[in-house]
T-cell receptor
């Protein structure tokens, strides 16, 4: 079982719709959760971080964390073509400083 | 530019040669991480360093790979006797501190290694 799992996609949503990206993780002691966006050929950039159960909103982005289900998601409202990218879920466990990444979900926002 | 600086951005080596990738962290950051990304795959942790110390190298191949972060100068990832399977994008990231909950990493633009 992979430590951090994501559906590779592509996930295709029309412009203006809500994109829902999901991630599950296997290490129950995981404490910090991150969503990074990576455009093709570019470096990952941090979109959201979440540390406690519930929702965290930042502009059009909402991260949701459910530690009991070992599940973290990212919602993108009013999706724009510029949101088309690969979204990487990353998890940090306990006192570890390294992040474990999923393989990413490729999002395509269509006109 | 106060971001993570990596060079070279692109590097071509023949099998058996050495590759050296350099990373200067964000000013004020003393923690550096190296990740490797193979085509169509996620980022794989390689090594975590603090100034002059390797903290976690659990993701580093046992042979041919080494990393350092000297007191002065950039962090260097060194790959000796490269093979085609080493072709990948190597990303460096830095953070201000390394404790749990403070792992907000800033990534550099990456160094893309091609081994012929």
């Amino acid at each position: 079982q992979k430590e951090v799992e994501q559906n590779s996609g592509p996930l295709s949503v029309p412009e203006g719709a809500i994109a829902s990206l999901n991630c599950t993780y296997s290490d129950r002691v995981s404490q910090s959760f991150f969503w990074y966006r990576q455009y093709s050929g570019k470096s990952p950039e941090l979109i959201m971080s979440i540390y406690s159960n519930g929702d965290k909103e930042d502009g059009r982005f909402t991260a949701q964390l459910n530690k009991a289900s070992q599940y973290v998601s990212l919602l993108i409202r009013d999706s724009q073509p510029s949101d088309s990218a690969t979204y990487l879920c990353a998890v940090s466990s306990g006192t570890a400083s390294k992040l474990t990444f999923g393989t990413g979900t490729r999002l395509q926002v269509t006109l | 530019n106060a971001g993570v600086m990596q060079n070279p951005r692109h590097l071509v080596r023949r099998r058996g040669q050495e590759a050296r990738l350099r990373c200067s962290p964000v000013k004020g950051h003393s923690h550096v991480y190296w990740y490797r990304q193979l085509p169509e795959e996620g980022l794989k942790f390689m090594v975590y360093l603090q100034k002059e110390n390797i903290i976690d190298e659990s993701g580093m191949p046992k042979e041919r790979f080494s990393a350092e972060f000297p007191k002065e100068g950039p962090s260097i990832l060194r790959i000796q006797q490269v093979v085609r399977g080493d072709s990948a994008a190597y990303f460096c990231a830095s953070s201000r501190s390394g404790g749990s909950g403070a792992n907000v990493l800033t990534f550099g633009a990456g160094s893309r290694l091609t081994v012929l």
